[in-house]
Nanobody, 120 residues
Framework: QVQLVESGGGLVQPGGSLRLSCAASGSFFSIDTMGWYRQPPGNRREFVATITSGGSTNYADSVKGRFTISRDNPKNTVYLQMNSLKPEDTAGYYC??????????????WGQGTQVTVSS
């Protein structure tokens, strides 16, 4: 079992910044890709950013240039630095990890979510 715990959400004004953190704990062989997804009010969960164990990143077009994903492998932690925040960034943000339980199997894990609200 793997647990993902997010932190760092809150209320921020448009143009402001927040940094989200997600720490993984439990029993696993390795963690491959980690990332962030979000669910705006009344909408489906959508991709935000991912990062591989080697540091390769991908971003949704809506956040590219404003958000930066990073990770600290020894701490099993992934971060999302969010700058120039817009009201449309308001959502529950969920941490994701693709975990290699053994060399022969993988599973997807999700955190409980942390709320980000961008409002004047």
């Amino acid at each position: 079992q793997v647990q993902l715990v997010e932190s760092g959400g809150g209320l921020v004004q448009p143009g402001g910044s927040l940094r989200l953190s997600c720490a993984a704990s439990g029993s696993f062989f390795s963690i491959d890709t980690m990332g962030w997804y979000r669910q705006p009010p009344g909408n489906r969960r959508e991709f935000v950013a991912t990062i591989t164990s080697g540091g390769s990143t991908n971003y949704a077009d809506s956040v590219k240039g404003r958000f930066t994903i990073s990770r600290d492998n020894p701490k099993n932690t992934v971060y999302l630095q969010m700058n120039s925040l817009k009201p449309e960034d308001t959502a529950g943000y969920y941490c994701y990890a693709n975990v290699r339980d053994t060399p022969y199997s993988r599973r997807d894990y999700w955190g409980q979510g942390t709320q980000v609200t961008v409002s004047s």
